[in-house]
């Protein structure tokens, strides 16, 4: 090991694949558009870092970053190839790759695997690429135990509660399973949802592990109580569901918060209101927050945060609240839903805000028939960033449009003003025949 001292810079290696973490590999199987994921690393990454990704990258879309001062060069856009596993465990066995960032390491005397979540692959990979390279490599990250068990609903509702952070009146259930076919009894699944029911009327069912709203139910009563639990009864990602009453949410700020790894000095990186799309799916995320109680929550979650940073943890780390209007008075209220220990959506738009110092962004999924960056960009046309003026569009994971999508954010100088830009870029998509 290196005695060199913890401050150090040394080149970042992003590896962004989600299906390192267990409560994302349901989603990640579901569809192919997860794979191309890593890519969007690359608007974090900076020159003289690497991006690990599982197919070649567009040339014409590098070129695009380049354009801006964003991404890395192109020689660190290290292609693992696709295969099974996660792209830490493909890049263990890829001697060209490990050679590249060997050579990253020999020039700077050390690394840094920068995981989207610091699960054990990437301490893994951190410890083969110490033993192939000879120079020190780190995680950006706390430890995998802590990272599996902060991702965990239940256990960050009552860390919260213990904390005094407000959370939402409900109860944990914890399923049992029963019969020689192994099923989960959902009946006390059911007696809770009845119970919550009874006082609120309305209430959401979350399982302890998912994310992006995938395992969220939406619960009314009646025939709603009986089709969640047919959908709840087919999946078997979680043991643990959360059931609380639902609040009309005003807004849903995702606070991120990071700790310095050399110092363990706690910042705000941003506040967001994230954008919703159906059955409560994460859409997007749009800057400046309009929450109310913005700094009660940026209070709770540096609680948290000094807890997570008590443990071990460093790096970045994500809390969604929700805001709401307390039904006597009208004043508005929030509680905390979920933390991320972890990358999350809205941290790649926030990196590109503060490397071009937009003032207001608005986040979230093009839809588009144009199958290559160059397709994107001509139909885009003048709606792409302008550097002169501070304001329009930056395509990002350019590798979905495999897929008929990809990432972008709408830069501007209000959030009006980015809102109206990634209405017409869509617009703009929706309208173009371009496809190659």
């Known amino acids: 090991m290196s005695d060199r001292p913890r401050n150090t810079v040394y080149p970042q290696v992003y590896l962004h694949c989600l299906t390192s973490l267990r409560s994302l590999q349901r989603a990640c199987a579901a569809s192919p558009t997860f794979d191309r994921y890593p890519e969007r690393a690359l608007v974090l990454a900076g020159s003289a870092d690497a991006v690990c990704v599982p197919y070649e990258v567009d040339p014409d879309y590098l070129d695009f970053l380049a354009e801006l001062r964003l991404g890395p060069a192109p020689e660190n856009v290290i292609v693992v190839g696709a295969g099974e596993g996660g792209l830490a465990a493909r890049l263990i066995s890829n001697p060209s790759a490990l050679a590249r960032i060997a050579e990253l390491g020999s020039v700077s005397g050390g690394i840094t695997v920068h995981p989207y979540a610091a699960t054990a692959d990437a301490f893994t990979l951190a410890a083969a690429l110490e033993r192939t390279t000879g120079v020190t490599v780190r995680v950006a990250g706390g430890s995998a135990r802590l990272t599996e068990y902060a991702d965990q609903k239940h ?7 213990e904390l005094g952070v407000p959370v939402a009146e409900g109860e944990v259930v914890e399923l049992a399973v029963r019969g020689s076919r192994m099923r989960l009894d959902l009946e006390p699944l059911r007696t809770a949802i009845g119970r919550q029911l009874g006082r609120t009327g309305r209430v959401i069912v979350r399982g302890a592990s998912g994310t992006s709203g995938s395992a969220n139910f939406v619960v009314g009563g009646g025939a709603d109580v009986s089709a969640a639990l047919r959908r709840i009864a087919l999946r078997s990602d979680n043991s643990v569901y959360l059931v609380e009453g639902m609040v009309e949410a005003t807004v849903s700020p995702n606070v991120q918060m990071h700790i310095d790894p050399s110092d363990g000095a706690i910042t705000c990186a941003g506040a967001t209101d994230q954008r919703w799309g159906q059955s409560l ?95 994107l960009r001509e139909a885009l046309g003048d ?54």
């Open 155 to 161: 256990h960050i509702r009552a860390k919260a509660m």
């Open 383 to 436: 709606l792409l960033f302008d550097v002169e003026s501070g304001s329009g569009v930056i395509p990002y994971a350019t590798g979905c449009l495999d897929q008929g999508s990809c990432f972008a954010v709408a830069l501007g100088s209000t959030r009006e003003q980015a809102d109206e830009l990634y209405g017409e870029a869509q617009a703009a998509l929706e309208a173009s025949c371009v496809t190659s």
């Open 281 to 375: 799916v994460h859409a997007g995320n749009a800057l400046p927050s309009a929450a109310r109680t913005l700094e009660a929550m940026e209070g709770w979650a540096r609680r948290l945060t000094e807890w997570m940073r008590g443990e071990g943890h460093v790096g970045l780390l994500g809390f969604d609240f929700v805001e709401y209007r307390e039904p006597l008075t009208g004043a508005p209220r929030a509680i905390l839903a979920e933390l991320n220990p972890r990358v999350n959506g809205a941290t790649y738009p926030l990196a590109i805000r503060d490397r071009l110092k937009a003032a207001a962004f608005t986040s979230g999924t093009l839809t588009t028939r144009a199958r290559r960056f160059g397709a």
